[in-house]
T-cell receptor, first 113, second 111 residues
């Protein structure tokens, strides 16, 4: 059974640009969550999608958005990039029933210059 | 979950036992988890425990839960250099779909 796949693994962008990250969950999983990980703030929850609907949202500005497709694949978009957006972005998939057993991808390392 | 706290660093000698501690504030936590993150990788689920359990053992890993004190610990027996990583504690409360993670404990294993 394939694990959670995130693409790309590494990305370098310039301030003001926008970026789209992709996450393919484990087959059969309907929930995809996104996290931002930085040395200073630790692991911060961005949002969660379940059956193509955003079900939970963290405290991030509107520049951070996402969506989920009918095959459960999810994309995260960050517009008007800032230097502080440099981070490891992790995606986690789960069945979504509240048991919380989440499986993480390798992450996308975003560097904003 | 509401808040999950962990110490930031732990250093042990190879072959010794490691104990990583975690405290949480949400009394309605239903599941508690331990994740491991190696450099450059995502989080890997190590083990989890239901809130109605006191202990769970899985090979070299032992999880202890003290619900009264809202304290969770992970003991790694015979710690190896390959166990060097960041360990995250997380909890999830009834009715929530999103676990709350601690800041992570960086375990350093030296010869």
């Amino acid at each position: 059974k394939a694990g959670v796949t995130q693409t790309p693994r590494y990305l370098i962008k310039t301030r003001g640009q926008q970026v789209t990250l992709s996450c393919s969950p484990i087959s059969g999983h309907r929930s995809v969550s996104w996290y931002q990980q930085t040395p200073g703030q630790g692991l911060q929850f961005l949002f969660e999608y379940f059956s193509e609907t955003q079900r939970n949202k963290g405290n991030f500005p509107g520049r951070f958005s996402g969506r989920q497709f009918s095959n459960s694949r999810s994309e995260m978009n960050v517009s008007t990039l800032e230097l502080g957006d440099s981070a490891l972005y992790l995606c986690a998939s789960s069945m979504g029933g509240g048991e919380g057993e989440a499986f993480f991808g390798q992450g996308t390392r975003l560097t904003v210059v | 979950g509401e808040d999950v706290e962990q110490s930031l660093f732990l250093s042990v000698r190879e072959g010794d036992s490691s104990v990583i501690n975690c405290t949480y504030t949400d009394s309605s936590s239903t599941y508690l988890y331990w994740y491991k993150q190696e450099p450059g990788a995502g989080l890997q689920l190590l083990t989890y425990i239901f809130s109605n359990m006191d202990m769970k053992q899985d090979q070299r890993l032992t999880v202890l839960l003290n619900k009264k004190d809202k304290h969770l610990s992970l003991r790694i027996a015979d710690t190896q250099t390959g166990d060097s990583a960041i360990y995250f504690c997380a909890d999830i409360s009834g009715g929530s779909y999103i676990p709350t993670f601690g800041r992570g404990t960086s375990l350093i294993v030296h010869p």
